[in-house]
């Protein structure tokens, strides 16, 4: 029965590799037809549980090509745990052997593990097989096994945690395959602390911002504060200046008005012209603020007349006094 099975599987392989049109596979040269039909030969007397078939394939820039296509399953590991079988498609690659095949991981039900160092999410596989392949070294059925140890190791569908490793003999490449795992999941913990500690920089750089604004603030509000103080400075100055230049005036008639025992108000001589001024510009800005009041409408009409006459009325006898003060002073000179 195998015998038969065999034999129908080499002439499928040949048929197809014979045929022409529309039909005709993406492989063109005669010592590639006749490599692939001996690698798949191969590969169906391992693993004679995979179907055979043709189909198109479509690359990732749009280009269409007829290729080769197996499709079965792999099961990862007999003992000392059963795992789940994986379900795979296989695509000899117009340029093979040259070129790697294509093997993509099915799903089914089963979601792929993420960050899953050799199967991305989309099932596309990759192994230290695969990235260093080279012809004659390597081939189909070699890569298939590789892939077996590979899953077995980290299977795409059960944590790795849960999977009990066994201590044999590994081959060189299997060892690079656990290698790369290990650092995989090693620079996946390392990424997750960067992440959490470039979130933590991230605040951080946000609150010395927020304090570096604080003082700004505060620096520029004490420059604010000095400027006032410089003015203050510079108006004490001038006052005292002032006060200098008027007590070398009057320090004579200070000094006699002292010994006379003279009164503070005695002292000082007041200018007849400014006598009732203060009277008279604070009336004036009452009657200010009584008329922007009345303006808004806060005061009536009524009231507004009559606290202007009272304080015209005033403003007026003031005056007057500082009229007469004035005719005083100048009939006296």
């Not at 927020?210 to 400075?233: D, G, M, P």
């Not at 510009?281 to 009231?303: F, K, M, P, Q, T």
Request: with cysteine; net charge negative.
């Amino acid at each position: 029965m195998a015998s038969s099975s065999s034999s129908s599987s080499v002439k499928f392989i040949e048929k197809a590799l014979l045929a022409t049109g529309s039909f005709a596979l993406s492989y063109t040269d005669p010592d590639q037809k006749w490599l692939i039909r001996k690698h798949l030969t191969s590969f169906l007397q391992d693993y004679p549980n995979f179907e055979l078939s043709t189909d198109t394939f479509n690359h990732n820039n749009g280009a269409k090509v007829q290729l080769f296509c197996l499709e079965g399953s792999l099961r990862t590991r007999s003992s000392p745990i059963q795992l789940p079988t994986v379900q795979v498609t296989i695509w000899i690659h117009e340029n093979y052997p040259l070129t790697p095949p294509l093997v993509f991981i099915n799903p089914d039900s089963i979601p792929i593990r993420t960050n899953h160092p050799f199967v991305n999410s989309s099932g596309f596989t990759n192994s230290r097989y695969i990235e260093t392949w080279e012809y004659p070294r390597c081939n189909l059925l070699d890569s298939i096994r590789n892939l077996r140890k590979v899953l077995a190791n980290d299977h795409p569908f059960v944590p790795t945690d849960s999977i009990p490793t066994r201590n044999l003999s590994i081959s060189r490449i299997e060892a690079l395959d656990r290698l790369a795992t290990s650092l995989h999941y090693d620079v996946l913990t390392i990424m997750e602390r960067s992440g959490e500690e470039i979130e933590n920089l991230w605040k951080l750089q946000s609150e010395v911002k927020q304090r570096s604004e604080s003082v700004k603030t505060i620096i520029t509000e004490l420059e604010n504060e000095r400027e006032t103080l410089k003015v203050r400075a510079l108006k004490l100055k001038d006052d005292s200046n002032v006060l200098e230049d008027w007590a070398e005036t009057n320090y004579r008639k200070l000094t006699k008005s002292a010994s006379m025992d003279m009164g503070i108000e005695e002292m000082f001589e007041t200018e007849p012209e400014v006598e009732g001024m203060a009277e008279d510009d604070a009336i004036e800005d009452v009657l200010r603020v009584l008329e922007e009041a009345a303006a808004r409408g806060e005061l009536e009409i009524g009231s507004y007349l009559k606290q202007v006459r009272v304080l015209a009325r005033e403003q007026f006898c003031i005056r007057q006094n500082r009229l007469k003060i004035d005719f005083s002073y100048l009939s006296s000179l």
